[in-house]
């Protein structure tokens, strides 16, 4: 008798969950990004974030970058030339626990920010989705096609390409259209 209400409860729960998603079951969306010049990969990352449910984490080196820009443009050089990866602060999330991972990175040096190579090489993404995403100044390189070899066994989908102002600055060059037809696309996959 215990047994059989203790049955009914676990059905009532889950059948309320699905009236609560429309009668769909929701994949978990986790955002991840790196952000260092001016924030235009986070506010990329915060896009995304506001349009839909999601958690989201910014990637963080041990020893933060100092000096002048041209400094970091010429230390990102010798650290993406040796292919070094940095040490980054841990994270606190599992991805485990998410179906879809949006990676973000600016471009440096043609490539993704080493701190985002340290982390797409730390994680086991099998049987997962990735959804890279990248700043650059007008130079995108190969970045996508780097992400997309660092995150061995990703199913890796919606890739997208957003160019600022090619100082370095935080001017939005990419229509802003483009990037809510690629949020629909991201939408989609939950
Ligand atoms: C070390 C370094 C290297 C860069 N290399 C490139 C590059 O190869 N191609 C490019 O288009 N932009 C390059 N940039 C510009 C950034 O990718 C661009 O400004 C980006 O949007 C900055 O994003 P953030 O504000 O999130 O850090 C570089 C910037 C830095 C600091």
Not at 60 to 71: A, E
Not at 94 to 99: F, K, L, R, S
Not at 101 to 118: C, D, L, Q, R, S
């Amino acid at each position: 008798m215990k047994k059989k209400s203790k049955t009914l409860d676990l059905e009532l729960t889950s059948s309320s969950m699905l009236i609560e998603t429309g009668g769909k079951k929701m994949k978990k969306l986790l955002i991840i990004y790196y952000s260092w010049s001016n924030g235009n990969t986070e506010r990329i990352a915060k896009m995304l974030q506001s349009e839909t449910d999601s958690d989201i984490l910014k990637i963080d080196t041990v020893v933060p970058y100092s000096g002048s820009y041209d400094d970091v443009v010429n230390q990102g050089q010798n650290e993406v030339q040796r292919g070094y990866e940095p040490e980054i602060k841990p994270l606190d999330i599992n991805i485990a626990d998410y179906d879809v991972i949006a990676v973000g990175t600016p471009t440096w040096w043609y490539t993704m920010a080493p701190a985002v190579k340290t982390f797409l090489h730390q994680q086991d993404f099998t049987g997962k989705t990735v959804v890279p995403f990248m700043t650059n100044g007008g130079w995108p390189g190969h970045v996508i096609k780097d992400m997309k070899a660092a995150c061995k066994g990703a199913n890796v989908v919606c890739d997208m390409q957003i160019q600022f102002d090619s100082t370095g600055g935080s001017n939005l060059e990419t229509p802003q259209e483009q990037i809510n037809e690629w949020i629909q696309s991201v939408k989609n996959l939950l």
